[in-house]
């Protein structure tokens, strides 16, 4: 009897593994407030407000595992949440919300973020055939309520 209770307790922990929950994180440094989703292909999104900045300039930054941009090079993503297309330039890695045009489409990607009720959106870069999905567990944490958005320091 204890030989099968010791080879089930051994099955069961060689079986296969449960898939992870990616959560939205948030961190604090510099004067700088971020919050971060990756997913299992180290692709990674974050959102920035550098509101303890003079200038609080607020924006994003992605990674893509696997690949590398030039210096400078342009990459247009976009972005659906909830079957909406948010669309942006990035230079190399990063997009800087500069400007009013430019922080608007930032404040409305972030809110349209907060406020979905999916649990993923994507992230796709046409150009190179690209689609990936990311998380959206814990993301109202992360980013805020739409009357309270991490971005709203930048403004």
């Known amino acids: ?6 080879t089930s307790a051994f099955v069961l922990s060689a079986s296969a593994a449960q898939p992870v929950d990616y959560r939205w994180t948030t961190g604090f440094g510099q004067g700088t407030l971020e ?8 692709d990674e999104l974050i959102v ?4 303890g900045q003079d200038d609080h300039p607020a924006g994003m930054f992605f990674t893509i595992g696997g690949w590398t941009y030039r210096p400078r ?3 247009y993503v976009q972005f659906v949440v909830d079957e909406k297309n948010h669309s942006f330039e990035f230079a190399e890695t ?6 009013r045009a430019f922080f608007g489409n930032l404040y409305n990607f972030v809110a349209a973020l907060a406020s979905s009720r999916s649990s993923s959106f994507l992230f796709e870069i046409p150009a ?3 689609s990936r999905s990311l998380s959206l567990l814990n993301v109202g944490d992360a980013l805020g309520k739409p009357s309270d958005l991490i971005v709203d320091g930048c403004k």
Do not use: D, F, H
Not at 35 to 42: E, F, G, L, Q
């Open 1 to 6: 009897m204890l030989k099968l209770l010791v």
């Open 94 to 99: 990063q997009y800087e919300a500069s400007g």
């Open 73 to 75: 090079e342009k990459v």
């Open 35 to 42: 919050a971060k989703i990756t997913n299992r292909s180290k």
């Open 48 to 51: 920035y407000c550098a509101s």
């Open 128 to 130: 190179e055939n690209i």
